[in-house]
């Protein structure tokens, strides 16, 4: 008998709460409709999402039935959910056009021809009658019991408009439209979510008499605290135009060591006995364990293409063979080349650093490196002398890079 979902999920590390476990796991033995929204407030997803969309798929892959619901409703009002004040307003010509690069990317993990849903709140939520909306659904909510929730009671201190009051209800609605339309009978999300995916379990209980359950997932954080998926320079997209595929695989590359079996749990199919043996290793065989995970997770954001491009990339870069192919890339001109440049304006120009003046302190503290030997002079010029394999390779600190390339 194939081992039940739940403990998939649990064994991999998914499952901070959730409703009445053991009902919840006794209907988890039949095929079960399931889902997760996503608000469209860009035009992509980015690392943050994947933890909800991975659920998704086991679920799937157990053959359950998951839905992804785009927000393109609520996107319009906000989630106040841990936030410290309210969202830009988007338009709705704003969330149409975020929500179709959506579909592309969550079609790397669901399989939307064999039985999965991509569907919209806004076709239920748009046509709404306020009057009896409030009658229907509204009668149904203690606001004493809205401001017990986290997401709300956090925001009182802050500020929390009326408009963002709403979601709560908005986000219940959905969970018991999803169950009248399409027998859904679960809801996930992370666990700053529990509070409205509790408030859709009360409302489908109080309308349909059904007993519908909320799982939600850990919100991840790395072992330095940071939260998971932020970097200096911003999210991590699963789009290629705003996170090139090289620059996606260095960011799993660059996981702290202690993350590295958790994240491999999370974000890979790989089994869990191989998951357990690349998480115990340590030393200089770790770096098979990251290399492991990056090159995973960019397939399946990229395609393996990209993964194998990107994976030759940091192998060059690290003194293992391949090739720069994927490294990001500044062409300047051949005759401004053979002029000379100066390493700090190139650093600038080349995005490893702010400004010049931001190159020139770079410098003088000993993280520039050119070739891979390090920049020791703030007048260095740099030209056709330099050129290795057909590029200069330029790297800030440990893990930034780009080639330049004469043109």
């Known amino acids: 008998m194939a081992e039940h979902v739940l403990d998939t999920l649990a064994e991999r590390g998914f499952l901070e709460q959730t409703t009445d476990e053991a009902a919840l796991r006794d209907l988890l033995r039949t095929p079960t409709t399931c889902y997760v929204g996503f608000d469209p407030t860009a035009s992509s997803l980015h690392v943050g999402h994947m933890l909800p969309i991975m659920g998704l798929a086991h679920l799937q892959r157990a053959g359950h039935r998951p839905i992804a619901l785009v927000g393109g409703g609520t996107a319009l009002i906000g989630d106040p959910s841990g936030k410290t004040e309210m969202r830009r307003m988007l338009t709705r010509e704003d969330i149409d056009a975020n929500a179709v690069g959506l579909r592309g990317q969550l079609g790397r ?58 979601y709560m209800l908005l986000q219940a609605y959905d969970f018991l439209v999803l169950c009248q339309r399409q027998g859904c009978r679960v809801q996930m999300g992370g666990n700053d979510q529990w509070g409205n995916i509790l408030a859709g379990v009360d409302l489908v209980r109080r309308v349909e008499g059904q007993e519908v ?23 991590v997209w699963l789009d290629a135009a705003r996170t090139s595929p090289y620059d996606f695989y260095q960011f799993w590359i660059n996981t702290e060591d202690p993350d ?58 690290f003194g293992g063979g391949g090739d720069l192919e994927s490294v990001p890339t500044l062409e300047v001109s051949a005759r401004r080349l053979a002029e000379g440049i100066e390493a700090f304006v190139l650093f600038a120009e080349a995005g490893l650093s702010k400004s010049r003046g931001e190159a020139r302190r770079l410098i003088e503290q000993g993280g520039a490196y050119v070739n891979g030997e390090p920049v020791t002079a703030i007048d260095f010029r740099l030209g056709p002398p330099d050129v290795r394999d057909g590029a200069i390779l330029l790297r800030a600190g440990k893990k930034k890079y780009c080639a330049i390339k004469a043109a």
Do not use: C
Not at 116 to 144: C, K, M, Q, T
Not at 267 to 282: I, K, Y
């Open 260 to 317: 590295v079996g958790r994240f491999l749990g999370l974000f890979t199919f790989l089994p869990m006995d191989e998951v357990r043996r690349l998480g115990a290793l340590a030393g200089a065989d770790l770096r098979q364990a990251k290399e492991a995970l990056a090159f995973e997770v960019t397939r399946l954001v990229h395609g393996e293409t990209e993964a194998e491009k990107a994976r030759a990339a940091s192998r060059a870069l």
């Open 109 to 166: 993990f669901l399989d939307f021809d064999g039985g999965a849903l991509l569907l919209n709140n806004a076709d239920w939520l748009a046509p709404l009658n306020y009057i009896e909306f409030l009658r229907d659904v509204g009668v149904h909510f203690s606001v004493n019991r809205m401001l017990a929730a986290e997401s709300y009671r956090a925001r009182l201190e802050t500020g929390l408009n009326f408009i963002e009051f709403n």
């Open 213 to 235: 359950h909320g799982v939600t997932f850990p919100l991840i954080m790395t072992s330095s605290g940071a939260k998971m998926g932020k970097t200096a320079q911003g999210a």
